[in-house]
Nanobody, 128 residues
Framework: QLQLVESGGGLVQPGGSLRLSCAISGFTLDDYSIGWFRQAPGKEREGVSCINKSDGTTNYIDSVKGRFTVSRDGTKNTVYLQMNSLKPEDTAIYYC?????????????????????WGQGTLVTVSS
């Protein structure tokens, strides 16, 4: 059974950092591309970043470019989202999601309906 489990969320002050993890079971990162999404209270789910299954191509939305970095560890079957210089507007529940297709274009990465499998989410709160 395919499963994704996020962890690493918490409360952090503006300017701080967090690293989210997405632990994957039931499939490997060689076969699935992974996306990171977030959903703030009262807002729609927003695609943040993704990493392609075959060549590790990464994409980011403009608001996180230069601050967030997505990476993967095939030996641990885990994808990470390193978040630096966090801002209050980054506050949201963060989700990882998986799809079997290749994702090399941002326009696909940011569409929730593209993804087939989702984790339960982890809450990130940026506040002083």
């Amino acid at each position: 059974q395919l499963q994704l489990v996020e962890s690493g969320g918490g409360l952090v002050q503006p300017g701080g950092s967090l690293r989210l993890s997405c632990a994957i079971s039931g499939f490997t990162l060689d076969d699935y591309s992974i996306g990171w999404f977030r959903q703030a209270p009262g807002k729609e789910r927003e695609g943040v970043s993704c990493i392609n299954k075959s060549d590790g191509t990464t994409n980011y939305i403009d608001s996180v470019k230069g601050r967030f970095t997505v990476s993967r560890d095939g030996t641990k079957n885990t994808v990470y989202l390193q978040m630096n210089s966090l801002k209050p507007e980054d506050t949201a529940i963060y989700y990882c999601a998986a799809v079997r297709m290749s994702l090399r274009q941002l326009r696909l990465c940011v569409k929730p309906h593209v993804f087939d499998y989702w984790g339960q989410g982890t809450l990130v709160t940026v506040s002083s």
